[in-house]
Nanobody, 127 residues
Framework: QVQLVESGGGTVQPGGSLRLSCAGS????????IGWFRQAPGKEREGVSC????????HYRNSVKGRFTISRDDAANTVYLQMDNLKPEDSATYYC????????????????????WGQGIQVTVSS
């Protein structure tokens, strides 16, 4: 089964940028829709974005629209989340996920319900 490995997290000032990467191992990410979830301390895990296979259609939660961009490089077996104009409320552990389907109709349930999760990576936005 495909495994997901996140990288690229860290600490950045408000207004700054980070790019998260999700690399696949044990399988090809090109076969699946891939998404990102996040969880802040004391809060529920929430969907952030998803990108489908084939048509590369994308979905974003409202609070990140216009600031985050999800993309995929199937040749590199990697999915990216470019995060610009970061805000303190974006601070969380970010998880790369897949539902092992080819299409996502949303950034979270019910359009995208992950069954495989990466280990997570910390993003901290602070001055």
């Amino acid at each position: 089964q495909v495994q997901l490995v996140e990288s690229g997290g860290g600490t950045v000032q408000p207004g700054g940028s980070l790019r998260l990467s999700c690399a696949g191992s044990g399988g090809s990410l090109a076969s699946y829709a891939i998404g990102w979830f996040r969880q802040a301390p004391g809060k529920e895990r929430e969907g952030v974005s998803c990108i489908s296979r084939d048509d590369y259609s994308t979905h974003y939660r409202n609070s990140v629209k216009g600031r985050f961009t999800i993309s995929r490089d199937d040749a590199a077996n990697t999915v990216y989340l470019q995060m610009d104009n970061l805000k303190p409320e974006d601070s969380a552990t970010y998880y790369c996920t897949t539902d092992l389907e080819y299409y996502c109709s949303g950034y979270g349930p019910p359009g995208f319900i992950p069954t495989v999760w990466g280990q997570g990576i910390q993003v901290t936005v602070s001055s």
